[in-house]
């Protein structure tokens, strides 16, 4: 299913983390090594940070209901991550997203007593997959591993935090007993073709050098470029001379993102890479090796391996996918009314001063906005 829709289905389920596992799961762009790298040293620099306020001040219950509190570490270690997200994707966090998040946080504790044994296995089972793909789009769990060391995290307390999340989504499905019929999906699938068109993507493996510093993204020396240089020459001479790319790859590219994979990033379209990457790329033929590209952060020589052309994803391919969307959607739409009467028989409060006040301007700005008619 084409991102675009899903995106926009995630976007009406506000209140589930769903956003938030995708989010954390989510590969930075590839072959944009150096917006990957910044974000790692912000998130390393961030959970520092953090670290050090909690020592210092301690760790305070920012937010609490009738059988639950939730501490300020707990809403800091996603923040870590989410900025670190963010920044690999050239993006900043909206004010409003730390109480985004606490809300979602809150959201899971409020519909723990509900969960069954069936929402277990869904969300267990949900959960897998997102780990699976988080896994694929990175290249390798050595590479997971990698982003989650930046933000203090492991890939087992990743895992967990995915599983108790999905679960509760599940749950929150289940007790709102929403359903769609494939009468329902197909009618979406007529009336919105657009959103299940795939553009043109090509496969292909990258060689890359840096001329910044990984950790602080500062530029290396005159003398440390010009050498990168030199060698990247050579190696496309290398290449081009009948020497194996993939072995080229794994023994000097520098891309995080596709050195344990021989070099190869996943199929990748033009809006999912750097322009001027994006030129060079797709101007190649299969097989063909490009000249080296400048960037400000390195050389670049690649090779492309196919080009897969754009097409219309069939019903059958998108089925599963979209019922689920649809169910996320119309969830969306009764959840919240749902979820306030939870929240007021739980007793829920933030305590957190800049939390509340945030929470009240927010209440505030939607009790002032004009009512939007939820999409059929």
Not at 73 to 81: A, K, V
Not at 248 to 274: F, H, I, T, W
Request: net charge neutral; charged share 25%.
């Amino acid at each position: 299913m084409k991102n675009k829709m899903k995106n926009k289905m995630k976007m009406l389920f506000p209140v589930a983390l769903a956003a938030l596992a995708l989010g954390v799961f989510a590969a930075p762009a590839a072959a944009d090594t150096a917006s990957t790298n910044a974000a790692l040293s912000a998130t390393s620099t961030n959970f520092n940070l953090e670290t050090s306020m909690t020592k210092l001040f301690g760790d305070p219950v920012i937010a609490q209901g009738k059988d639950f509190q939730i501490k300020r570490s707990q809403l800091d270690e996603l923040m870590t991550w989410a900025r670190g997200n963010a920044a690999a994707s050239g993006q900043a966090l909206p004010p409003v997203f730390e109480l985004q998040i606490l809300n979602q946080l809150i959201f899971v504790q409020l519909m723990q007593p509900k969960v069954t044994d069936a929402d277990r296995i869904k969300g267990k089972r949900e959960s897998d997959l997102q780990f699976t793909n988080a896994v694929k789009r990175l290249g390798s769990p050595e590479a997971l591993e990698r982003q989650l060391q930046a933000a203090g995290m492991t890939a087992d307390e990743l895992h967990a935090k995915a599983f108790r999340e999905a679960t509760a989504i599940a749950a929150l499905q289940r007790e709102l007993n929403v359903s769609v019929t494939d009468a329902e999906a197909k009618e979406y699938y007529t009336n919105h073709p657009a959103d299940f068109e795939e553009p043109e993507k090509v496969r292909f493996c990258d060689i890359l050098l840096l001329t910044v510093t990984p950790t602080t993204h500062t530029p290396l020396s005159a003398d440390q470029q010009q050498a990168k240089r030199k060698r990247m020459d050579e190696l496309l001479k290398r290449a081009r001379s009948g020497e194996s790319f993939s072995n080229l790859a794994v023994q000097y590219s520098e891309d995080p993102n596709s050195k344990d994979n021989g070099g190869e990033l996943p199929p990748l379209s033009r809006d999912q890479m750097s322009p001027a990457l994006a030129g060079p790329i797709f101007s190649l033929t299969n097989n063909q090796i490009s000249d080296v590209i400048e960037m400000p952060f390195g050389y670049y020589i690649v090779k492309l391996l196919e080009k897969i052309p754009a097409k219309k994803l069939d019903y059958a391919t998108v089925a599963d996918d979209l019922k689920e969307a649809l169910i996320q959607q119309k969830v969306g739409r009764l959840a919240p009314d749902y979820l306030e009467k939870m929240r007021k028989a739980s007793g829920v409060e933030i305590l957190d001063p800049k939390l509340k006040a945030l929470e009240t301007a927010v209440e505030a700005a939607a009790s002032n906005s004009p009512a939007i008619t939820p999409e059929k």
